[in-house]
């Protein structure tokens, strides 16, 4: 603040920070963000929240009938209910967040250009209003092993289920990542919205979520762990119930990853945020 009263917003000229004390300074805004996508998101429709619960049932019993009956696609000997919701919570979650956190520089365009707060607060929020649906579609998956470990089924948990904060973080991680660079990307570009769209419905086959990994040959199954998202369902499948591949390698390949978009993402931000109201 100069001496007539007047204070002076400067974009962020160092490319590699965040500014993360900044961004907690905004917590407050940030907790409002949360609340209103939770309210928000189902406040006008009939079934609310219960949509949580029926879209990852849904396509559960959509993945059984085509990939398990039509297909025949293997599951590795798990039962598949259990088997697609294993993969299907941890790609929903970092499937929205990717889709949600890529618009939210277009998507808030006007609120950006009459009000200054850390724009990082929009994906930031979105990444954590997200883990409500997660961790209630997590619910449903406890369920469902809850009722098959009392059947009998060849479940056998181990010590890496324990891995799964991990797994939740990098899955934000990547997500949060992905999304700056393309929010920041199609503040210019805007068909890389739609590239997005179909990209992420692409890459969703290209992950071990219909299918194990054991089932591809092993001289081409480090193909598919290139996939940053491969190693971190693979590990919750292996960990939670016994099915999968696991290598702390590729683990460790995931995070750097995950630590590498999360940089190219801030430099991105950075250097399109000072002109990024002009060209939105």
Known sequence: MDKNGYTEITPNNRLLSLNLREVIAYKDLIYMYVKRDIVTMYKQTILG???FVIQPILTTVMFMFVFGNLAGISTDGIPGPLF???????????ADCLNKTSGTFTTN??????????????PISVTISNLVKFFIQFAIFLI???VYAFKGV??????????????????????????????????KYRDL??????????????????????????DKQWIFQLNPMTSIIETFKYGAIGSGVFSWG???YSLIFMIITLLLGTIIFNKVEKDFMDTV
């Open 154 to 187: 060849g479940i056998t948990p181990n010590w890496y289920a324990f891995l799964f904060p991990l797994l939740v973080i990098m899955s934000a991680g990547l997500a949060l990542g992905f999304g700056i660079i393309f929010s920041s990307m199609t503040t």
């Open 193 to 218: 919205t739609f590239l997005l769209q179909f990209g992420v419905q692409l890459w969703m086959y290209a992950t071990p979520v219909i299918y194990p990994l054991s089932t591809m040959p092993a």
């Open 49 to 51: 929240p219960l949509w």
């Open 250 to 252: 590729w683990l460790l």
């Open 84 to 94: 697609y919701f294993a993969g299907i919570i941890l790609w929903n979650y970092f």
């Open 109 to 122: 365009q006007n609120v950006f250009g009459k009000v200054y707060f850390p724009r990082l607060v929009v």
């Open 144 to 146: 469902i092993y809850i």
